[in-house]
C-alpha cells in the first residue's frame, strides 16, 4: 500500500451542505476550478486530490451509497481519507486480514467504523500548482495513543516517524503516507464531553505553499478571513489559518519561512 510517485498519495473526502458554496470557496483557496457544475467534484493538486459531496435535499444526510456507501458516516460531517493504492482487491484482502473491517466506497474500500481507506484516484480536475503545491499534513484526532499507533502504522503501514508528548496527558504522532504527513493528535476526552462519531477523526488540512506571502496576500485580496502568519510549531516554517466555514474541515496553509526564490 505504499504510494506511488506518479499518483496522489492521499485522498481526501468531504461532504458539506452547499457544494457550490464549498466549491466556490476551494476553487479561491486552489487557485483554480474544480468541477463545480455537480453536488460532487474531485481536484487534484500535487500530492492530493480532493473530493467533495452534497447532502440530500429530502433527508438532509450527505448523497448515499452512490459516493459512499457507508452508512455511519452519512451526514453533513463527513471526513476521511483514503491511502492510495493500485489494487484494491489486494488492499481489502490485507486490511481484512489485519483485522480492519472494510466496506466498498465510491473510491475504493473504507473502514466499516473508521473513517480510514485505500482508493484509486477518480477522475479530477488537474490543477496546476501555483503558490499552492499540494498536502503538507492531514491532522488526525485519536483518544487512545496505541489505537493509532495500530491503525496507522501497523493496519496501514505508514512510516511511524515521531511520538512525543504534548502536555495535559496528550501527544502528538507523525506517520508519513509518501510525501504527505500524517499528524495523530492523542488526547483523554474529559469527562462530560460528548462521544466522537468514530475513534479516529480526521480534523483538520495543512496546504504546502510556496510562498506564504503570497498566498496570505492573495486569499486576504479575495476576501477570506485569515489569521496573521505566524512561526510554525514545525521549525523553518510559517504558517496561517483560513476562517472559512464554507471549507468544511479545520485549513491552515504552511510553508518555508525563507523568502521564496524569484521565478524565471
Known amino acids: 500500500m505504499t504510494p506511488s510517485t506518479s499518483s496522489p498519495d492521499v485522498i481526501v473526502d468531504l461532504a458539506c451542505e452547499n457544494p457550490q458554496a464549498t466549491a466556490g470557496a476551494y476553487e479561491t483557496v486552489l487557485g483554480g476550478p474544480v468541477g463545480s457544475e455537480s453536488t460532487r467534484w474531485a481536484a487534484g493538486l500535487g500530492n492530493v486530490v480532493l473530493c467533495l459531496r452534497g447532502m440530500d435535499e429530502t433527508t ?6 452512490a459516493y459512499f456507501s457507508v452508512a455511519h458516516f452519512r451526514g453533513a460531517h463527513f471526513r476521511g481519507a483514503h491511502f492510495y493504492g493500485e489494487e484494491l482487491p489486494d488492499a481489502r484482502r490485507l486490511l481484512t486480514r489485519r483485522g480492519y473491517p472494510v466496506v466498498d466506497s465510491a473510491l475504493g474500500v473504507l473502514g466499516e467504523t473508521i473513517p480510514l481507506g485505500v482508493a484509486t484516484p477518480p477522475l479530477a480536475a488537474a ?5 499552492l503545491t499540494g498536502m503538507d499534513h492531514l491532522v488526525f484526532m485519536c483518544e487512545d495513543r496505541n489505537l493509532a499507533v495500530a491503525v496507522f502504522g501497523g493496519t496501514f503501514g505508514l512510516d511511524f516517524r515521531l511520538d512525543q508528548p504534548i502536555g495535559d496527558g496528550a501527544r502528538q504522532l507523525f506517520f508519513r503516507a509518501g510525501s504527505v504527513i500524517v499528524e495523530v493528535v492523542s488526547a483523554p476526552r474529559p469527562p462530560d464531553a460528548p462521544s466522537a462519531s468514530s475513534p479516529i477523526t480526521l480534523w483538520g488540512l495543512a496546504w504546502r505553499s510556496a510562498d506564504v506571502d503570497a498566498t496570505h496576500a492573495r486569499l486576504s485580496v479575495a476576501g477570506l478571513d485569515l489569521s496573521e502568519i505566524r512561526t510554525g510549531r514545525k521549525r523553518g516554517t510559517r504558517i496561517f ?3 472559512d466555514r464554507t471549507l468544511g474541515i479545520r485549513t491552515v ?7 521564496a526564490t524569484p521565478a524565471g
Request: net charge negative.
Open 241 to 243: 489559518t483560513v476562517r
Open 253 to 259: 496553509v504552511i510553508g518555508s519561512d525563507r523568502p
Open 60 to 65: 438532509g444526510a450527505a448523497e448515499p451509497a
Open 127 to 131: 490543477l496546476p500548482a501555483g503558490d
